[in-house]
């Protein structure tokens, strides 16, 4: 994978034309993250204020997501989520690492060298009321992106935005209204229109469903898997809840303090978590079930302690001080994201003690809202 990468860190005026579209076959890998960092300088000093530290938002991540997948990452707040997604599409600057998009090196390009793929790749935020322009109209919001892009549909841009209202279960006939208009539901919908306006290939999605009510998350969520499929696009769906991740995401990736800690397929991550950390996400969940029954028993696992501060990580596993396994070589040595013995193809877990394999205990654990398990039940029959 790694040969067919381009670097365009030289003095290139444009960059490198992309791998063939026709090439993004459902399984070849569209964005490839490898060794991803960022870190943000602390100032502090007087009189002269100087860097005396770093928040190491993210410390060394590597993620691909392939054509057409839906790929989730989870973890607590400040773990370096939003960090990860706002790499990915450039908003923010990598301090080191590697970003690929379809075999071309963007970690360093310029905006100019960044405007053909821009369109490419989309992002919808979590707030659906500051997101949006309250002064334009919807039409105007949802047809910005072609304009800046010089994008002229068939049939005119007042006809896509009608065609993408459509789309999203908007009324097309509500192209002259403003947002304050719309519900938090409604908005999120028009932001999904608007990230679709460009036709993306991937959609960085930042918990772009915390904002709602949860029976109104369950049908974005629904929309969201439907442009999934229906279009092929692939998703790059960040949130903190593991409930929502786990109806829409094949693959997951869970992050603690700036470090991918366990990926692998969804069954893996979910039924057969090895990593302490996401053992203890998953029993996490407040402890009330669908029917009051048994499972409210259920052991949960409590974590001791807060996150420690991303300024000065834990030596060796950064979980170490929260882990109720941990043992003097957590302390010294980080343990390697790797397949550990135990795991199917592709579940890689970074623990020095990982937890048994406990096949089917944990899928009781995770209690969907209903309108969140109807929606899954739905999509697995
Ligand atoms: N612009 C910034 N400057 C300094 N620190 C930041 C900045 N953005 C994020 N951080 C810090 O980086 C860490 C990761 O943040 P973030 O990526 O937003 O986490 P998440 O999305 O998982 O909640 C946090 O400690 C946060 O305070
Ligand atoms: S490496 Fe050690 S401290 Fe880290 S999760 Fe595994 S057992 Fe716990
Ligand atoms: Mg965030």
């Known amino acids: 994978m790694k040969e067919d990468v381009v670097d365009v860190t030289k003095d290139e005026a444009t960059l490198p034309a992309p791998r063939d579209a026709a090439a993004d076959e459902p399984g070849e890998p569209l964005l490839v993250v490898e060794n991803l960092v960022k870190h943000f300088p602390v100032k502090g000093g007087f009189p002269v204020r100087r860097t005396v530290g770093a928040v190491q938002a993210v410390d060394g991540i590597d993620l691909t997501v392939h054509v057409g997948e839906s790929f ?26 590697r970003i690929s998009y379809r075999g071309q090196d963007i970690s360093r390009a310029t905006r100019k060298q960044l405007a053909p793929i821009r369109s490419q790749i989309q992002m919808i935020f979590q707030d659906p009321y500051s997101s949006l322009n309250p002064r334009q109209t919807v039409g105007k919001i949802i047809s910005g992106p072609m304009e800046i892009n010089g994008i002229n549909p068939q049939g005119g841009r007042e006809k896509r935005v009608r065609e993408l209202l459509e789309i999203v279960g908007l009324n097309p006939e509500h192209y002259n ?27 960085v999605a930042d918990e772009p469903v915390s904002a709602l009510d949860v029976s109104i998350q369950a049908q974005v969520v629904n929309l969201l898997q439907q442009v999934q499929k229906e279009l092929g696009i692939a998703f790059l769906f960040i949130a903190h809840d593991l409930a929502v991740v786990r109806h829409f995401s094949q693959r997951v990736a869970v992050m603690y303090l700036g470090k991918v800690i366990e990926v692998g397929d969804r069954d893996s991550i979910y039924t057969r978590p090895r990593h302490p950390y996401t053992h203890a996400l998953l029993s996490a969940v407040p402890e ?45 040595e980080e343990p390697p994201l790797v397949q550990i013995s135990g795991n199917r193809s592709g579940h890689l877990t970074a623990c020095h003690f990982p937890e048994e394999p406990t096949i089917e205990a944990r899928d009781k654990d995770i209690i969907l809202d209903p309108a969140l398990a109807a929606l899954e039940d739905s999509s697995e029959g």
Do not use: M, N, Y
């Open 72 to 97: 989730g990452l989870v973890g607590e707040s400040g773990c370096g989520k939003s960090t990860t997604g706002r790499l990915v599409t450039r908003l923010l600057e990598p301090t080191s690492g």
């Open 177 to 203: 209204r403003f947002p304050h208009e719309f519900s938090g539901g409604q908005r999120q919908r028009i932001g999904v229109a608007r990230a679709l306006a460009l036709e993306p290939k991937l959609i």
């Open 288 to 332: 009330v079930s669908l029917d009051g029954g048994e499972e409210a028993r259920r052991e949960r696992i409590r974590l001791a302690g807060d996150v420690p501060s991303p300024i000065s990580p834990p030596s060796g596993c950064r979980f170490r001080t929260r882990c109720w396994k941990a043992q003097d070589k957590c302390a010294t």
